[in-house]
């Protein structure tokens, strides 16, 4: 998610005074760089430093379910003027991908941007792939793949069925990863015109299904 992690876990946290005088200009300096989120691992031992970071906007996260209860994640949203989309915590996390095909049988696939955290520049990804996205508190498989479309393509959908799933282990935060394939029609047929969004997506086309494959 773009974000800064803090492990003072390994490398022992500072004493309050020096937290309260760098942590200021840090966080102004990430949010002008462009970093997203900046989070930090907290031992129990200092957990007096919460209520410092509390005063500079940071939250509770979770309790990684491998801290056996010794320590907390905080958490900081950096970007105002972007959505907060760093994920709460949970044993897993659903997400959902859009199969759309337009009537001439192209499929609408996207490529996202990769970051390079040593030069802090991101590229176009190489590999195309299906818009997508995790699923929201209390949403449905049909509102998301929906949403997870409309928000990376500009291209308005309807849900039509459930395709295939996949069940993977170890991944953010230790978590497992339910996701799923959605059948998706272009509202009104045709090939609609692409708004994709800058920010998520470099690229966004209708592609026939061998040159995908």
């Known amino acids: 998610y773009r974000g800064v992690l803090l492990d003072w876990t390994q490398a022992g946290a500072p004493p309050p005074s020096e937290f309260e005088a760098r942590i200021a200009p840090s966080l102004e300096r990430w949010t002008a760089e462009g970093v997203k989120s900046c989070m930090f691992k907290l031992p129990i031992e200092n957990a007096g430093l919460a209520s410092v970071a509390a005063q500079h906007g940071f939250v509770f996260h979770h309790v990684p379910l491998d801290a056996d209860g010794r320590h907390v994640v905080l958490k900081r949203w950096l970007q105002p003027r972007l959505t907060d989309k760093v994920p709460p915590f949970a044993?897993?996390?659903?997400?959902?991908?859009?199969?759309?095909?337009?009537?001439?049988?192209?499929?609408?696939?996207?490529?996202?941007?990769?970051?390079?955290?040593?030069?802090?520049?991101?590229?176009?990804?190489?590999?195309?792939?299906?818009?997508?996205?995790?699923?929201?508190?209390?949403?449905?498989?049909?509102?998301?793949?929906?949403?997870?479309?409309?928000?990376?393509?500009?291209?308005?959908?309807?849900?039509?069925?459930?395709?295939?799933?996949?069940?993977?282990?170890?991944?953010?935060w230790g978590k497992s990863d339910l996701y799923y394939v959605a059948r998706l029609e272009p509202e009104g047929g045709g090939e609609p015109e692409i708004n994709l969004d800058p920010e998520e997506i470099s690229d966004c086309r209708w592609m026939s299904v061998s040159e995908f494959l």
């Open 91 to 172: 044993t897993h996390q659903v997400g959902i991908a859009g199969l759309c095909i337009s009537d001439t049988g192209k499929l609408l696939v996207v490529r996202e941007w990769r970051d390079d955290a040593e030069s802090g520049t991101r590229s176009p990804s190489a590999q195309w792939k299906l818009p997508g996205g995790l699923l929201d508190p209390g949403e449905s498989f049909g509102d998301a793949s929906v949403r997870e479309t409309l928000e990376e393509t500009g291209v308005r959908t309807r849900f039509r069925s459930l395709l295939c799933f996949w069940h993977r282990h170890g991944l953010t």
